[in-house]
Nanobody
C-alpha cells in the first residue's frame, strides 16, 4: 500500500505564496493522475490541480493562473506552487494519486472518490493545513 507524504503547508498572508510537495513511499504507476484536493471544515473534498501521465496539468477554474503543479522524478514527486493566495484558499490540502485521467479524477463526486478509494484506485496523503489570513 503506497502512502503519500505531504510537506510545505503553513500560514501565509493574502497575496503571498506557498509551495506544497508530495512524495510517495513507493512507486506510483505513471498512468495514474497525481494531484491535490482541498477541503474546508463542513465542506466536501474538491479537486484543485493534477498532472496526467503525459505531464499535462489540469486546474480547476478558481486556481488557474495562480497555482502551478509539476510532476517530476519519473512521475513520483509532485509539487504545487501557490501564488496570489486568497482567503478562500484556506483548507486542508491532500495529495492523491488516482487511476483515472486528471479531468475525471479532479471532478469526481464524494461518492465516486469513496468508491475509488475502497477499490484501491486512489491513494491519499494525510493532508496538510494551509491558512491564508
Amino acid at each position: 500500500h503506497v502512502q503519500l507524504v505531504e510537506s510545505g503547508g503553513g500560514s501565509v498572508q493574502v497575496g503571498g505564496s506557498l509551495r506544497l510537495s508530495c512524495i510517495p513511499s513507493g512507486h506510483i504507476d505513471s498512468s495514474f493522475c497525481m494531484g491535490w484536493f482541498r477541503q474546508v471544515p463542513g465542506g466536501r473534498r474538491e479537486g484543485v490541480a493534477g498532472v496526467d501521465h503525459d505531464g499535462t496539468p489540469v486546474y480547476v477554474d478558481d486556481v488557474k493562473g495562480r497555482f502551478t503543479i509539476s510532476r517530476h522524478d519519473a512521475g513520483n514527486t509532485l509539487d504545487l506552487q501557490m501564488m496570489s493566495m486568497k482567503l478562500e484558499d484556506t483548507a486542508v490540502y491532500t495529495c492523491a494519486a488516482g487511476r483515472a485521467s486528471c479531468q475525471d479524477f479532479l471532478s469526481a463526486t464524494a461518492t465516486e472518490l469513496q468508491t475509488f478509494t475502497r477499490m484501491q484506485y486512489v491513494f491519499w496523503g494525510q493532508g496538510t493545513q494551509v491558512t491564508v489570513s
